[in-house]
């Protein structure tokens, strides 16, 4: 289950590498222009990934207890509510892509028009983004999760053809990549919603918005947006501080933080599992079920994590040098590996367990968990680092205290059983 859960969550990553080397070809201009207007789209999906985490949740509790029924209609109002958020967003983009893009770019300059011209394209695939990820959520609940990677799949390839072409090929540069960009979501949500319509063939499933599931579903995603939007800011806190440090240091943290990132991709595809095997077992209640499940996704995202640890120690003299050549930025990215490769057993428990109290729908304990970590370890302790000139180091170590400190809050909680009595389900 957890293997086509990667193929989906590296997929856009991937593809947006693919974009950033195709766009960089225009000049400097345009990759900043698409640095800035896709950071934005960037962290709206994040924001709002809720529409799938949530959404397997709920799912994997219904089909759990038999009513499959019940699962795709937990499909067709996190589809009204992609819709409605989508729609609502892309709005607000169209009217606030001048003055967004300036901001982040520092002003009015070639670079804030360009992405401004970007972003007005871009977003109008928000609400068929939005929609996919709804998709994600459902066919995850009902265990459905080689259809979701060929659907993302389909649309980012088609995505990855069009984009050379388009900015190339057709002459239309930055808002070339931009329309490859919306095709490419067109065909996914597309997907996704025959999928979901198949599965009202013949069935008494309402098609219309329902006021109290939308309000569950909002609930839920409300802790789960606040959860991202914290994270948000301590990462954006630690770069600040980083930044203040000098341009070596900046370039060891962007290009270790990269591949934590993408390494936590990795780890992350054993939550999605964990959420959809946990919310089906406690769905038909059987906890002890639930309670076998978390152990044996600890057991698997720990031993990952030490195999990534162990392979990011071995390749250290290898894989800085594909980033650059500099060495200052070599002698800083050799300081903060160790801490890049020691905390990938503790991340890989960390994030396993997030899933596991994902799908019992203990979602306002990981809110208040992840909330409490940041502002108690993470961010206190980067802002110290850049007060008393720690450098990389000091950030870093936040980092690793912000991992230690959610370990040991949902490895307590998960001993416990409170988790258990948990409800996603009015």
Sequence with gaps: MAA?????????????????????????????????????????????????????????????????????????????????????????????????TRLLAGGAGPVADAAEEWLRVASLGLPLLLIALAGNGWLRGVQELRRPMGYVLAGSLVSLVLCPLLVHTAEMGLVGSAVANVIGQAISATLFVRALTRELAGTAISLRPRPAALR????????????????????????????????????????????????ALVLDAYAIAAQTLVGTALGAARPAEARATASRVVGWGLGTGVLVAVALLALRPVLPPLFTDDPAVLAEAGVVWWFLALMQPLAGVVFALDGVLMGAGDVAYLRTVTVGAALVGFVPL?????????????????????????????????????????????
């Design 382 to 426: 980067s802002l110290l680092s850049g007060w008393l000139d720690w450098g990389l180091p000091g950030v870093w170590t936040g980092l690793t205290l912000f991992i230690v400190l959610r370990l040991v809050a949902v490895g307590w909680r998960v001993r416990g059983s409170a988790w258990l009595g948990e409800s996603v389900v009015p």
């Design 4 to 100: 086509p859960a990667l193929v989906v969550l590296a997929a856009e990553p991937l593809y947006l590498l693919v974009d950033t080397a195709v766009v960089g070809n225009l000049g400097t201009v345009s990759l900043g222009g698409l640095a800035v207007g896709g950071g934005l789209l960037a962290y709206v999906a994040a924001l709002l990934n809720f529409l799938a985490y949530g959404t397997t949740a709920r799912a994997a509790r219904r089909a759990g207890a038999g009513d499959r029924d019940g699962a795709v209609a937990e499909g067709v109002q996190a589809t009204w509510l992609a819709l409605a958020l989508g729609v609502a967003l892309a709005a607000v983009f169209q009217v606030a892509a001048g003055p967004l």
């Design 216 to 263: 569950a579903q909002l609930v839920l995603g409300r802790d789960l947006l606040l959860r991202a939007a914290v994270l948000q800011l301590a990462f954006a806190a630690a770069a600040g501080v980083v930044a203040r440090s000098g341009t070596a240091e900046l370039g060891a943290h962007q290009i270790a933080l990269q591949l934590w990132l993408f390494l």
